[in-house]
């Protein structure tokens, strides 16, 4: 990916971070899923009071992909902001649930563009460097596996 290519997904995943639904911790996040053809697939958080039924805007974008019947990615960019204390500053990671979850369906050299807030700073790192060691379809046996 170029430099121009990588910072288009970041302003992709800060327009969708702009449709969060983030009223109980003021985190909005967003994020935007390349497939290797080429589609962007974007998604955002939505929090729910009950907490435990909310989703990520990586899983959220990961669904969408996955639902228009994509199997093939490339790269995902996340930015967040804490609208509640705007002074904390600092990027987004991937949770480790969102983590699992991209495990399941990308590779481990899947490209993930963290952005700062203000999405002009960006680091750039693997699947498989934020979960070493990864659990994967491959290691579990039996019927029933993909």
């Known amino acids: 990916m170029t430099k121009?290519?990588?910072?288009?997904?970041?302003?992709?995943?800060?327009?969708?971070?702009?449709l969060a639904y983030a009223p109980y911790?003021?985190?909005?996040?967003?994020a935007a899923l390349l497939t290797s053809g080429g589609k962007v697939y974007t998604g955002f958080n939505i929090e729910n009071a009950a907490?435990?039924?909310?989703v990520c805007a990586e899983r959220s974008a990961l669904i969408?992909?996955?639902?228009?019947?994509?199997?093939d990615f490339a790269a995902i960019a996340v930015i967040g902001e804490n609208t509640r204390l705007p002074e904390a500053g600092g990027s987004f990671y991937p949770?480790?649930?969102c983590r699992q979850f991209m495990r399941e369906f990308c590779p481990p050299d899947l490209v993930?563009?963290?952005a700062d807030p203000s999405g002009e700073r960006f680091e750039e790192l693997?699947?498989?460097?934020l979960l070493p060691h990864g659990?994967?379809?491959?290691?579990?046996k039996g019927e029933g596996r993909p």
């Open 112 to 114: 993930i563009l963290v």
């Open 95 to 97: 949770c480790g649930v």
């Open 126 to 129: 693997t699947l498989d460097a």
């Open 64 to 71: 969408r992909a996955l639902h228009e019947g994509e199997r």
């Open 135 to 140: 659990f994967g379809p491959e290691n579990v």
């Open 25 to 30: 911790s003021g985190c909005r996040v967003g």
């Open 51 to 54: 907490f435990t039924p909310t």
């Open 4 to 18: 121009k290519e990588k910072r288009a997904l970041v302003l992709a995943a800060r327009e969708a971070m702009r």
